[in-house]
């Protein structure tokens, strides 16, 4: 015959689950899991931004080289070295001796200072002072050259 079940008081042989807390459990379990995937998310969209931001950075500072190159050549009367700045459309467009004769007939430009670098539009804004302290607001087109990546000046003009 079996042995009777014991009475009251008696502890089972195994631990019962608690039930006290489960949901304040489970609560913090999906905030922390919540946590961690907006610190992973927001971590890779501010990667991106990170990215986006260094990319507009290097693009601007290429496209100020070219143009302040440019316009150190044409203030320092060395106009062969702009002509050799100058993109491939602008020179199919005008020999170097046009370039000389149109360049030599202009103003010169003895000062400027460069706005930010349009990416869409590949243009950068120019504040520039003549020689007869005059100012004028223009704008530099850039292409890029198609073996070394680098911006060449297409145009400068209002």
């Given at each position: 015959m079996p042995a009777p079940p014991p009475g009251p008081g008696v502890q089972p042989p195994f631990p019962a689950p608690p039930v006290e807390g489960k949901g304040k459990r489970l609560g913090?379990?999906?905030g922390i899991g919540a946590g961690v995937l907006v610190l992973v998310c927001g971590g890779g969209v501010?990667?991106?931004i990170g990215l986006?931001?260094?990319v507009q950075g290097a693009l601007d500072e290429q496209a100020h080289v070219a143009v302040d190159d440019y316009l150190d050549a044409l203030k320092a009367?060395?106009?062969d070295d702009a002509?050799?700045?100058l993109c491939g459309q602008a020179k199919r467009a005008e020999s170097a001796s046009e370039?000389?004769?149109r360049i030599e007939g202009e103003q010169r430009i003895?000062?400027?200072q460069l706005g930010t670098f349009n990416m869409n539009t590949l243009t950068v804004p120019v504040d520039a002072t003549y020689e007869d302290g005059q100012r004028?607001?223009?704008e530099a087109s850039l292409d890029q050259n198609t073996s070394t990546g680098a911006f060449e000046v297409c145009e400068l003009g209002e």
């Amino acid at each position: 015959m079996p042995a009777p079940p014991p009475g009251p008081g008696v502890q089972p042989p195994f631990p019962a689950p608690p039930v006290e807390g489960k949901g304040k459990r489970l609560g913090w379990g999906l905030g922390i899991g919540a946590g961690v995937l907006v610190l992973v998310c927001g971590g890779g969209v501010a990667a991106l931004i990170g990215l986006g931001t260094s990319v507009q950075g290097a693009l601007d500072e290429q496209a100020h080289v070219a143009v302040d190159d440019y316009l150190d050549a044409l203030k320092a009367k060395l106009y062969d070295d702009a002509y050799d700045q100058l993109c491939g459309q602008a020179k199919r467009a005008e020999s170097a001796s046009e370039f000389r004769t149109r360049i030599e007939g202009e103003q010169r430009i003895t000062d400027w200072q460069l706005g930010t670098f349009n990416m869409n539009t590949l243009t950068v804004p120019v504040d520039a002072t003549y020689e007869d302290g005059q100012r004028e607001q223009l704008e530099a087109s850039l292409d890029q050259n198609t073996s070394t990546g680098a911006f060449e000046v297409c145009e400068l003009g209002e």
